[in-house]
Nanobody, 118 residues
Framework: VQLQASGGGLVQAEGSLRLSCAAS????????MGWFRQAPGKEREFVAD????????HYADAVRGRFTISRDYAKKAVYLQMNSLKPGDTAVYFC????????????WGRGTLVTVSS
């Protein structure tokens, strides 16, 4: 499975960005896709994830209420709508693919940089 993330960029505080990630290759019909981020000098952290049926989502406390994860099952894509961005959201954002939705991510994308200026 290959993952291609896009949509990062530079935005001012309180602005919005929408990240996209498309999966290709030998994908499964049931899966979980997630977003993680890694800020400079910090470890990678969980942001949000979604189960293949779209009915179950999880969010980190730091982004709940500001970020929304969604998916397009037919396009094998996952999206992260980020609103009310803060400088603390500055990081490289990675999408990840869990082939059987068991909580262990098998494939990772290269990441897209999000920079939020104050």
């Amino acid at each position: 499975v290959q993952l291609q993330a896009s949509g990062g960029g530079l935005v001012q505080a309180e602005g919005s960005l929408r990240l996209s990630c498309a999966a290709s290759g030998q994908t499964h019909s049931t899966y979980r896709m997630g977003w993680f981020r890694q800020a400079p000098g910090k470890e990678r952290e969980f942001v949000a994830d979604i189960i293949w049926d779209g009915a179950t989502t999880h969010y980190a406390d730091a982004v709940r209420g500001r970020f929304t994860i969604s998916r397009d099952y037919a396009k094998k894509a996952v999206y992260l709508q980020m609103n009310s961005l803060k400088p603390g959201d500055t990081a490289v954002y990675f999408c990840a693919y869990d082939m059987v939705a068991n909580g262990r991510y098998d494939f990772w994308g290269r990441g897209t940089l999000v920079t939020v200026s104050s």
